[in-house]
């Protein structure tokens, strides 16, 4: 079927059809990228944390922006040259706007990289460090060891499912030397938990989490988990009570797949006889005369509005758990995400506990600080009138690693210098007040740069290396402060990903999303390109009029970036 | 829309000067939020800074919709879809704002009397 109107324009439109279409398109994206930017704005007027302003690194995006505006000019001239008949023309310009659309990727990807291997973790006292964590193991005699060091700042995310010990020669042979061959590895960044008792909840389980807990506990060649009390349970309140699973019976899925049967049928059970209690409650309360036309919210406050007790006695009122235990104590490895963990209790993510102890020095967590921010902290005691400063001091860091203290006080030091310097070049205002103060990210924010400054002593040195942020291979990272921070004052530890907050999540989902218009763009693009030379030689308008089309989406690919570009890196 | 040699050969230069005028806008962009000589308002990032990015950034964004996506001499359909494509973003501008009077998912924060924005069931809204 031919298409009309794919080279000439309607009469009535004034344009030929794909024009309408592209527009229709642009349209309902302006609409989906208008809605993200306002889901920015919002957040970022609510935000209940200091915003990350400004902690992009601004040359990629700076160089992306260049590369994008570069493509919109090679993807006009790519048309100009068709409407020119200029074919060897065209496949330059096309082919720049292609290598262009690439470079953005991969510049992208390098962004997104170094977020996703960083680590960031906020303290109970609002105090967030930032950097990477050292790997750590366990020694032959069960002891936990930190590798520490620079040496070894390599990404260990991408571990099992549960990070059971490991044996393998994972992380270098060097403190193997030293600590035997039974080494056995993890992440420092684990929560490590000694339990004797598992509380299953019989609903909400899940398969794979508890499969995980079998995984390890078979791993651990210790004694076996048994139930200790007996599951007795019925499905109606008629029948006469039944043992399901016997007291000592081993913890396996199947077993659980039984108990959870029966408390399904029997909860089933009650949910019908409480229906049936309310419906029963209802219908005697509208027949009294005039009720009928009164509205329900009222009806629940009358009198006459009663449960009939009677029926209680349907009721089963199953037990919702089941318990575990061993005689030894089984030690779980567990990827922080997962539980939330107290010094007694480890809450799984279906609802299910592990019940013991908490190995508060094989769960701390070690790492190479490259950032140390205080403005959540002093945002905090401003909001409930305490000294900013004072509540710095008394922070659980400054407290008790004596590097990062140190510092703090050079960090003050030349924070009040810069005061100074602000006061002298730009004076005060008619109250008196300095007309410039250094910002409060100036003011509670040690950088990395920073860092290196202090570390060497040198308060003005210039710009580093570290293209996407610091990079922990370079010499100067032996000035980050090493810290080891106890699992119990940690409040959230993550990877800088939509996890870590709401502005890496608006950031990841607008980038992620606009990243897939350029490459569906390019696509397209590379579709006239690679494939467009018969239409070229048969109709060449009908080809101009394709790219125009194809190059309006690509203008409105760099126009959204535009804006994000600012609005991500500069504000 | 250019269509004889002439002017698009015109317009290819045109095109090639929007493009170093959007380079020039950008340096400018990224200047007037690092250089200290060219920050107005307090020191770092304000209202003025967002007004003057944004401002920018639009001068920008109608340079690219003006030149390269020909809206400066388009035929009238073009301009109606467009348009009405602003009014409806506008619209879920609004309509995201509206969800923040929701009582029942945003009430108040942690202190008597603050919205934060956020549902919290310690300090539920009084009715």
């Known amino acids: 079927m031919e298409i009309p109107f794919t080279v000439t324009a309607r009469k009535d439109t004034g344009l030929y059809n794909s024009k309408v279409g592209i527009w229709l398109f642009l349209a309902s994206e302006v609409m989906l990228f208008g809605g993200l930017f306002s889901g920015y704005v919002f957040l970022r007027v609510y935000a209940d944390y200091p915003w990350p302003e400004r902690v992009l690194p601004v040359v990629p995006g700076l160089i992306n922006t260049f590369i994008l505006i570069g493509s919109s000019v090679t993807v006009v001239f790519a048309w100009a040259a068709l409407k020119l008949r200029k074919w060897n023309q065209f496949r330059i310009f096309m082919l720049i706007t292609l290598t262009c659309a690439a470079v953005f990727m991969v510049l992208k990807g390098i962004e997104y990289k170094a977020k996703w291997g960083h680590q960031a973790v906020r303290m109970d006292d609002f105090v967030i460090l930032e950097g990477h964590t050292h790997p750590a193991g366990i020694d032959a005699d069960g002891n936990v060891f930190h590798v520490g060091g620079h040496a070894s700042v390599e990404d260990h995310s991408d571990g099992p499912h549960y990070i059971a010990a490991k044996t393998d020669d994972a992380h270098g042979g060097d403190h193997h030397a030293e600590h035997g061959p039974a080494v056995k590895d993890f992440r420092t960044n684990v929560v490590v938990f000694d339990a004797n008792e598992l509380v299953i909840n019989l609903e909400t389980y899940h398969e794979g989490v508890i499969g995980g807990i079998l995984e390890q506990s078979e791993k651990a060649n210790s004694a076996n988990w048994t139930l200790v009390q007996p599951y007795v349970g019925r499905e109606t309140a008629r029948e006469d009570e039944q043992i399901i699973l016997s007291a000592g019976a081993k913890l396996s899925l199947e077993n659980l797949a039984k108990a959870r049967e029966v408390y399904l049928a029997a909860k089933a059970n009650d949910s019908k006889v409480r229906t049936k209690q309310l419906s029963d409650a209802w219908a005697k309360v509208k027949d009294i005369p005039g009720n009928k036309e009164r509205p329900n919210h009222e009806l629940v406050q009358d009198e006459n509005f009663k449960i009939n007790e009677d029926f209680d006695q349907f009721l089963v009122s199953p037990t919702s758990t089941v318990t575990f235990q061993t005689d030894e104590p089984i030690t779980f490895v567990l990827k922080p995400r997962e539980v939330r963990e107290s010094a007694e209790s480890a809450l799984l993510a279906d609802g299910s506990s592990l019940n013991g102890q908490l190995n508060t020095e094989a769960s701390a967590i070690e790492m190479a600080a490259d950032a140390i921010d205080f403005t959540f902290v002093a945002q905090r005691a401003e909001e409930k009138g305490v000294d900013p400063l004072a509540a710095v001091e008394k922070t659980w860091i400054i407290q008790n690693n004596p590097q990062v203290a140190a510092i703090w006080k050079a960090h003050t030091e030349k924070i009040a210098k810069l005061e100074e310097e602000l006061l002298e070049k730009y004076g005060t205002d008619k109250q008196g007040n300095p007309k410039r103060v250094p910002t409060e990210k100036e003011r509670y924010r040690i950088t990395w740069q920073e860092l290196v400054n202090y570390g060497e002593g040198n308060e003005e040195k210039g710009v580093f290396s570290g293209f996407a942020g610091p990079d922990h291979t370079k010499d100067y990272a032996k000035h980050f402060p090493e810290v080891l921070v106890p699992r119990e004052e940690v409040n959230l530890e993550t990877k800088f990903t939509p996890r870590w907050n709401t502005y890496y999540a608006i950031y990841f989902l607008i980038t992620g999303l606009h990243g897939l218009h350029v490459i569906g763009g390019a696509i397209v693009l590379g579709y006239f390109l690679f494939f467009g030379k018969k239409m070229y030689l048969n109709n060449p308008e009908h080809l101009a009029n394709r790219v125009e089309v194809g190059g309006l989406f690509w203008h409105f690919v760099d126009l959204v970036w535009i804006f994000l570009f600012p609005v991500l890196y500069l504000m | ?127």
């Open chain 2, 1 to 127: 829309m250019a269509d004889s040699v002439a002017e698009i050969k015109k317009a290819t230069k045109l095109y090639g000067f929007i493009g170093l005028t959007l380079f020039f806008f950008t340096i400018l962009t990224v200047a007037v939020a690092t250089v200290e000589a060219l920050d107005f308002g307090v020191r770092g990032f304000d209202h003025i800074d967002a007004i003057i990015g944004l401002a920018i950034a639009s001068i920008k964004a109608s340079l690219v919709m003006l030149i390269f996506m020909h809206l400066n001499h388009e035929k009238k359909l073009v301009y109606f879809l467009f348009v009405m494509s602003i009014i409806a973003a506008i619209f879920l501008v609004w309509l995201t704002g509206w969800a923040f009077e929701d009582p029942i998912t945003y009430g108040q924060g942690d202190h008597a009397g603050e919205k934060s924005g956020f549902y919290n069931p310690e300090n539920p809204v009084e009715k």
